[in-house]
């Protein structure tokens, strides 16, 4: 360390960034402490940013299909019939979002989030309402997609059926420390298993395909038993909706690119507005392949054994190497899906916190250069769900998707009233207006209607899934989201208060002191008290040691101990006879507190005994540290303990 | 609050007694505080002192035969005669410690409790050894207490067997909490209970008796299912010093009179005496009583009714009435057994944390006069026994009895070592040694033989008991014993180490402080800040304000407003690459340290906000509190944190 810029009396000491901390086992686990000049700045190709951004929206092809089938069996297997109609309104309310959101890219070129739309063009409240939204969603596509993919693999070892919630368990936690040790060099690690689960999936379902062409594809052999608890109820409205909207779960992470777009290489709107319609295309186009082929060998719809495991197995005749490899590819693209909110979890939630409404500290990068402490939260989040909904895909589906389309709602009415905003400037004319650049654009009109309609449509298909899945589970996120505004709001209340009440703006100075009244605690005659003494004789002349006596003997043989090494400092022994330590000690000090003059301050020294082991601490009084948690809350009144470490 | 003793610069603050403190959550639960001077000093006559000391060792006929049954029932109920010998063989070894005792009483008017016995002729390391067996037991007595008085509940009331464990810590939960009140009117509650106990289990033996001579006695009605694991074994030497061991079980108790002796009425070694002979009278009587009757009616041990229950309703031909207050009476008296150890616990730990083999925390008594924190640590560890031994008397008679047996032994020899110095003193010569005056007494041979049989016949005993149930949990306390007496030392050698360390004498004074070095902790410049600045101010003209900077643009607003506000105070940035918050600033009070002159101190100054709710904490990082842990065990630094509090 060395002063380098030396002005009005301010140092400031550089420190070279080479000169790395010392490793420690935390270090050990998630890597040496980043500087923060380390950070990337690296941009990304379409190719590239395909692969990192899509995982987690290619991944619900896993479950999607599989999802609509559990909904139409409580109306046999004849209703199965109904869900490549059904895939196919799904496909057509993907376009619609995406038309919607390929605007939002090319309006927002930093950052087109849900929540930077929503705050910049419709204010806090529904700002806060999406921030809501996408934190619960994100902590569900963590939950979602892990158990999904620890579903294929038992689907592939029966055995491992029992240990799922574990399995699953283990996996969150893994990826909490590789996303806490920071994921470097995540373009090319990412593009190898996004194509791999891309090549495998497509060959099977065009192998699929080709011998449905060719007369040659089998149902399902020895597919799993349908579990039907009732008996067949008829095909109503309701119930090709409620189906419906568990298919919806495929549009969950389509926002992931407008995320993402400032990591696109320049011109990067346009880069990233083409992959998104990529994505779309391919996602798409997977959803509906799957879904035909599962309806055409019969695919039963289970907890035990996925659709994907079972049209896999079907299309290769068996659970031999390709099964396996195409098994494994999916797996791994599910984990790479809730890899996806590992990043955009504490992302979001470090710009809330930056607004004001989610803790401070979430804004902290961690010594890797990531938010350590969202990370963390996430992880735990997650890892609570999947214990409570013991690793069902099925369960959590409810809860799932409500977010993503409350958030889509938003974001797109937040973009029309843009677009109404710039309809109503003159032609040429420029506005700052928080984050953006609003610019006269003469096809105003056409847009807002597009991302009207869009956010109409997320907006009916929310209140469908609301609705249709109001009892299995969508109510708890439908509590949870008013309450989590509340808390937000309550946070940057707090924090708005604080800011107010400390500000130095009109502030006068307080009163100047002019008395500095010391208290020192006696418990016994000793170095320690002695070392406690020197000290408090320093800081003030005006000195009262006070011994709080609860066996007259002993309080006799302080009084004679003090006069040998008090220094001449006067003592005061307050009688106890109820044996309370603390008790007498406030009434003491209370007392002062009430004679106080103005601008006088009180210390209270308290010799403080340091063992060499922690856990010696047992065998002392903790009398500080009850002593300050007690005065805590009183101004003017300052406890000091002097520590004296026994050698 | 009135000064009266003022002298030599010594204040003395007397508080009267009747100002008492407020009611609060505790005072509800365990009553309003008594002041010290409240100590009862009533004492007691021989009918009283019988009911107050006797119910631990009479309660322990209710199990006693019944776990000489239990050994013998693996030779088939034929074996069951052998009980009665063995019962007079224990009544014999009943007769000879009370002898032994008698004699120890006499010699220990103030207390003959075998830890002062043994640690006044013994030494340390016996005495330590009888500290812990006794403490050991004392925890025993209350598991096996509650566990007999439960057993006695579920044989009246079957239904309730499941849920013993349950009812058992509620019951140890319920005598601590009286504990912790304080039991001041002890002596006549203690005796109607005893009475009637005494009372109707003699009614039971009595009209046993009668009912056998005249030959109407019956066997048992509907007798319990006997537990065979394996085929009937031969009876054995083994099996009946086993059977023998687990019969011992009733003299566990015998020492209580011994401990209380000051509580008796003047003279009080005779009426103690008196008072144990009567005792051991009883004790002796119906635990033969029972064992006789309880082989005629052919009693069978059982886990799901107990033998005195069989014996009961034998008697009185079925559940009636009688049967069922014979029944209360005896779990009164069980959990009186275990209120019992709930007086000696925390008396015996509060004698050796005294003498600092425990914490020191031990010896202080609580608002109540009590030493709350022995009684809540055996309601801890007693209910920590019945969980992990379901409640079952048969699985914890094996720990029992051992600790009993070696204080025993260990008091007696120490009064034999006593006997034998008595008899080299001179006629007429008196020797005060530790507690106790030494004073030749020509009799001191038998008494020596007296009390060193005791101790013999006590030693062959407790190896009788470790060897025939070390495989059935005796081995736990063998075990446990040495390490608890390890663990006393460590405890001894830390408070000694830390007198010897603080020690005035020989202490020159340390070097006077010449320089007081203050470094502010400066996060950002508001109005808590400035008050601790003018804290910081007060104490030293030699302040340093120090900033750690994670974000460059942040600290240039820090630097600008401390231009204003700092009072001309430098201030020092320290760039923090890592993003590191107390790492940067502990290698800069590091650099200060070793630059440091003698006698001069370093005084941190950290504002510290105080938010209105404890949960505002959260909102907050707590960098004072990280910072006193880390810099704790430094020597000549103070932490101060300046609390402000936001109203």
């Avoid at 395909?209 to 038993?225: A, E, I, K, N, Q």
Wanted: aromatic residues 10%; contains cysteine.
């Amino acid at each position: 360390m060395a002063p380098i810029d030396q002005e009005h009396g301010t140092t400031v000491l550089h420190r070279p960034a080479d000169q790395h901390p010392p490793r420690t086992w935390r270090s050990w686990l998630i890597g040496r402490p980043l500087a923060t000049a380390d950070a990337p700045h690296q941009t990304i190709g379409k190719a590239i940013g395909l692969a990192v951004f899509a995982s987690d929206a290619l991944s619900s092809t896993a479950y999607a299909t599989q999802e609509i089938l559990f909904i139409l069996a409580v109306a046999g297997t004849a209703a199965f019939g109904y869900a490549f109609p059904i895939s196919i309104a799904i496909v057509v309310l993907l376009a619609i979002v995406v038309v919607s959101y390929e605007q939002t890219i090319h309006a927002y070129p930093n950052s087109a989030s849900a929540y930077i739309v929503t705050r910049d063009n419709l204010g806090t409240l529904p700002s806060q309402t999406t921030g809501a939204a996408l934190l619960t969603d994100y902590i569900l596509t963590v939950a979602v997609s892990i158990s999904s993919g620890v579903a294929q693999i038992t689907s592939a070892y029966p055995d491992l059926y029992d240990f799922r919630v574990e399995i699953a368990v283990g996996m969150v936690a893994l990826i909490m420390l590789i996303n806490l040790r920071g994921v470097k060099e995540s373009g090319v690690a990412f593009a190898i298993p996004t194509y791999f689960f891309l090549m495998m999936i497509f060959m099977t379902v065009i192998t699929g395909l080709v011998r449905y062409l060719t007369g040659s594809l089998t149902g399902v052999v020895d597919p799993p038993h349908l579990e039907l608890t009732e008996v067949a109820q008829p095909i109503t409205l309701f119930l090709i909706l409620h189906a419906f909207a568990s298919g919806t779960t495929a549009l969950t992470g389509v926002e992931a690119i407008s995320d993402g777009v400032p990591a696109f290489k320049e011109p990067r709107t346009h880069n990233a507005g083409i992959t998104l319609i990529w994505m779309a295309s391919i996602l798409g186009a997977l959803f509906l392949g799957i879904t035909f082929l599962a309806i055409q060998i019969g695919a039963i719809p289970s907890e035990s054994e996925t659709v994907i495991s079972q049209l896999v197995r079907t299309a290769y005749d068996g659970r031999g190497i390709l099964y396996l490899v195409t098994i494994a590819s999916t797996t791994i693209i599910l984990i790479m899906a809730a890899n996806t909110a590992y990043a955009d979890f504490p992302r979001l939630s470090a710009l809330m916190a930056a607004d004001g409404f989610l803790p401070r500290q979430l804004t902290y990068r961690g010594s890797r250069l990531v938010f350590s402490r969202g990370i963390i939260a996430l992880g735990l989040l997650a890892s609570l769900l999947i214990i409570i909904f013991q690793a069902s895909v099925t369960a959590l589906i409810p809860l799932y998707a409500i977010g993503v389309f409350l958030s889509f709602t938003l974001s797109q009415a937040g973009m029309a009233h843009r677009w109404w905003k710039i309809g109503q400037l003159a032609p040429g004319q420029e506005v700052q207006e928080r984050g953006s650049v609003l610019r006269y654009d003469p096809g105003w009109r056409p847009k807002m209607v597009i991302n009207g309609f869009g956010a109409v449509c997320t907006f009916i298909v929310m209140l469908i899934f609301a609705f249709t899945k109001f009892v299995h589970g969508a109510w708890i996120v439908l509590l949870l989201i008013p309450l989590l505004v509340m808390v937000l709001s309550g946070i940057h209340r707090h924090y708005q208060g604080l800011a107010k009440r400390l500000s130095l703006r009109n502030y006068q100075g307080d009163l100047r002191l002019t008395r500095h009244r010391v208290i020192l605690l006696v418990g016994g005659v000793h170095q320690g008290t002695l070392a406690a003494l020197r000290y408090a004789r320093f800081l003030s002349d005006d000195i009262t040691a006070v011994h709080v006596s609860i066996n007259p003997d002993e309080s006799q043989r302080i009084r004679n101990e003090w006069e040998k090494w008090g220094n001449g400092v006067r003592i005061v022994i307050l009688e106890s006879p109820y044996r309370l330590l603390l008790e007498p000690l406030l009434d003491y000090i209370n007392d002062l507190d009430t004679r106080r003059q103005p601008g006088e301050i009180i210390t209270v020294v308290v010799p403080q005994f340091v063992p060499r082991h922690w856990w010696h601490n047992l065998l002392h009084t903790q009398t500080a540290f009850m002593l300050r948690i007690t005065l805590l809350f009183r101004p003017g009144i300052v406890i000091t303990d002097v520590p004296y470490q026994v050698e």
